[in-house]
């Protein structure tokens, strides 16, 4: 079956650090891929997708390229806040919205300042 | 943006209790619901997926007559946790879609203790 595999944590990183989180999935089809972040307390908030080959998601200085060769999907920011603290997950969908995510474990990242 | 309200955030029972967990789409209508189960430091794993109007589809493993799931309306569903012993304590998400290619949203989580 379909399975997404990201880098264990804890991250810790100081402000304005590089940030890379790395996401690899096995899926049958053509995924569609995400990037949710949990803050402390809270659910699960869309960061970024992409829906096919090449296709660059960002938002929030965050970015994450689909690369279809090497079944990548990591997640980059070029300075870190500590505003950013949070778990990130990467997740993957067959079928689009109404078919459910297959997510990895989680990466919990710690921003100090 | 659209949201989802996942009531009650926080449970704490005694063994041999049954808890419901509410979801709603406060802005939407939700054709489709899923419920994910988080236990410490795993992933998310999905439990079941719920249509409006129609039974739960459960995953393998997941035992229905256990979490009884009710998508009666397009802007509520609930799972109840019957007869909650300690291995049930965990954390549980819900999360709503609408028609078509919606993304899902999804709502804050209902971390359940089971003394």
């Known amino acids: 079956g379909d399975s997404v595999t990201q880098m264990e944590g804890p991250v810790t990183l100081s402000e304005e650090a590089f940030l890379t989180i790395n996401c690899t999935y096995t899926?049958?089809?053509?995924?569609?891929l995400f990037w949710y972040v949990q803050y402390p307390g809270e659910g699960l908030q869309l960061l970024l997708k992409?829906?096919?080959?090449?296709d660059k998601g960002s938002n929030k200085g965050f970015e994450a390229t689909y690369r279809k060769e090497t079944t990548s999907f990591h997640l980059e920011k070029g300075s870190v806040q500590v505003s950013d603290s949070a778990v990130y997950f990467c997740a993957l969908s067959d079928f689009g919205g109404n078919t459910p995510l297959v997510f990895g474990k989680g990466t919990r990242l710690s921003v100090i300042a | 943006g659209a949201v989802v309200s996942q009531h009650p955030s926080r449970v704490i029972c005694k063994s041999g209790t049954s808890v419901k967990i509410e979801c709603r789409s406060l802005?939407?209508?939700?054709?489709?619901m899923f419920w994910y189960r988080q236990f410490p430091k795993q992933s998310l794993m999905l439990m079941a997926t719920?249509?409006?109007?129609?039974?739960?589809?459960?995953e393998q493993g997941v035992e229905k007559d256990k979490f009884l799931i009710n998508h009666a309306s397009l802007t509520l569903s609930t799972l109840t946790v019957t007869s909650a012993h300690p291995e049930d304590s965990s954390f549980y998400i819900c999360s709503a879609t609408g028609d078509g290619d919606q993304p899902q949203h999804f709502g804050d989580g209902t971390r359940l203790s089971i003394l």
């Open positions: 719920s249509n409006e109007g129609s039974k739960a589809t459960y």
């Open positions: 992409a829906t096919k080959a090449d």
């Open positions: 802005d939407f209508q939700a054709t489709t």
């Open positions: 899926a049958t089809g053509y995924p569609s």
